[in-house]
C-alpha cells in the first residue's frame, strides 16, 4: 500500500522565527537599533508596552534552542538577521559580534543536520537609514545589497538557501499605510513608494547576492485566497480589487515584470508612473519562493479605504486568537495559484501556525494546545493535497519553534509549538511540539 501521506525525499521539515521575535539585547555587543527599538519604546504602540528587549532571551540562550530544534528532529531551520546587529548604522561600519552571533548559529545548526534557511529581512531596518528615508529613500536599494553582500560573503555555503524580504505587503501596509507596525506611518501616498522600493531592494540584494553567492535565494511572500462572498458583480470586482492588492502586488513585478492594473484603480493619484528600468532590477531570477499561509478571506465590496473590500466572518467556521478562519483547503488553492500564475518555481511553506489560548504548563511539564495539533495537521494535509496535484513543494516551515514577541500585539499572541515561560524564559515542548516531532520522524506518514 502506497503511505497515504508520502512527502517527497529531500522534503525540509522546519520551524521559523524572526530575529526581533526572539532574540532580545538588541543593542548588546555592537548592535545598533532598529524601528522596532523605536516603535516598541513608543508608548502606546504596542500591547502592555511590551518590548523585544528581552523576547525569548536566544541570542544568549541560542545554543540551548539549536539542541532543542535537533531533540525535535527538525532538518531546517527558518531564521531572520537582525540588520542592525551586523551593520549598526545599516551601511558602512561592520559589527563583528554581530556578525559573529549568526556565524556561531550557523555552525551549530549544521552540526545538528539543520539546514538553514535565512531571511535578510524580517522587518527591522536599522533606526540609523529610516532616519534617512528608510524605504522610501530609493537609495535603500543600494543599502540593502551591501547588506546582502556582507551576509553572503560571511555566511554563503554554509548558509544555501537565502531569502531577501519576508512579506513585503505586511511591511506596506502595516509601517506605511495602516501605521500597526513600526514605521508606524500612516500615508496613502508614501505605502507605494515604500512597496515599490522594497521590490527594487529585493532584486538589487538578488544581483548582490548572485555576485557573490553559489546558492539558492527567493522572495518570501503571504498570500491570503479571497474568495467572493456572493456572485454580485460588486463583490466579484471586489475580490478582485483585494486579491491584486494583497497577493499579486508583490508577485507579479518580481516574476512577472509588471504590476496588476487594480493596484492603480486602488491607489488613484497615490500610484507613480515609475520608471521602466526598475522593472528589469526588480524581476530577478529566483531559484525558489516562500509562501506564507494562515487564513483565507471571504470577500466583499464595502466601503472600507482603501481596497473598498472587506471580510464576512463565516459563523460555522474556528477562529484562532488572531480572528484568522481556520481554512486548510486555502493553502491547497493558494500553492495551485501560484503554479498556475507563475509557473513550476520550487517552492516552501515558509510560514504556517496558529495562535490558541493554550493552557498554562501542567504538572509534570504538558501543554495541551489539541487545536494547534488538529490545524497543521490539516494544513500539512493540504500541504501534501497540493505536491500530489503537481506543485514542486520542497519544505514546511511552522510558525513558530517558539512563543514569541507578536509585533504590536506583544506577547499577548502564542504561536510556538514550544511554550516560553517569559518570566524565568523557561522552553516546554507542547503537545503541538511533540506531535510535530512524530511527523517529521515519520517523514509526514503519521499525519
Ligand atoms: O502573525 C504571525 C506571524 C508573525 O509572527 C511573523 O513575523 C510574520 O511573518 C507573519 N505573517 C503572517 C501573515 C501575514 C499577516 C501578518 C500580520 C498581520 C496580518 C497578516 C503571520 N505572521
Known sequence: MTDAFAFPDGFLWGAATAAHQIEGSPLADGAGPSIWTRFAHTPGLTHNGDTGDVACDHYRRWKDDVRLMRELGLTAYRFSVSWSRVLP????????????????????????????????????????????????????????????????????????????????WVI????????????????????????????????????????????????????????????????????????????????????????????????????????????????????FLGINYYTRNVTRADGSWPLKAGAVKQPSATYTETGWEVFPQGLTDTLLWVRRTYGDIPLYVTENGAAFFDPPVAEGGRVRDPLRIDYLRRHLRAVHEAIRAGCDIRGYMVWSLLDNLEWSLGYSKRFGIVHVNYATQQRTVKDSGRWYANVVRSHGRAL
Not at 100 to 105: I, M, P, Q, T, V
Not at 202 to 215: D, E, K, L, S, T
Not at 229 to 234: G, V
Request: charged share 25%; proline share 8%; with cysteine.
Open 89 to 168: 548604522e545599516g551601511t558602512g561600519r561592520v559589527n563583528p559580534a554581530g556578525l559573529d552571533f549568526y556565524s556561531r548559529l550557523v555552525d551549530a545548526l549544521l552540526e545538528a543536520g539543520i539546514e538553514p534557511l535565512l531571511t535578510l529581512y524580517h522587518w527591522d531596518l536599522p533606526a540609523a537609514l529610516d532616519d534617512r528615508g528608510g524605504w522610501l529613500n530609493r537609495d535603500c536599494a543600494g543599502w540593502f545589497a551591501e547588506y546582502a553582500t556582507v551576509m553572503a560573503k560571511a555566511l554563503d555555503g554554509r548558509v544555501r538557501k537565502w531569502v531577501t524580504l519576508n512579506e513585503p
Open 172 to 287: 506596506t501596509d502595516g509601517g506605511y499605510l495602516h501605521g500597526a507596525l513600526a514605521p508606524g506611518h500612516r500615508n496613502k501616498y508614501e505605502a507605494p513608494i515604500a512597496s515599490h522600493n522594497l521590490m527594487r531592494a529585493h532584486g538589487a540584494a538578488v544581483q548582490a547576492y548572485r555576485a557573490v553567492g553559489r546558492h539558492e535565494i527567493g522572495l518570501v511572500v503571504n498570500i491570503e485566497p479571497k474568495y467572493p462572498a456572493s456572485d454580485a458583480p460588486e463583490d466579484q470586482t471586489a475580490t478582485r480589487r483585494a486579491h491584486a492588492y494583497m497577493n499579486e502586488q508583490y508577485l507579479h513585478p518580481a516574476l512577472l515584470g509588471h504590476y496588476p492594473p487594480e493596484l492603480r484603480e486602488i491607489f488613484g493619484d497615490a500610484w507613480p508612473d515609475w520608471p521602466a528600468e526598475d522593472f528589469a532590477l526588480i524581476r530577478q531570477p529566483l531559484d
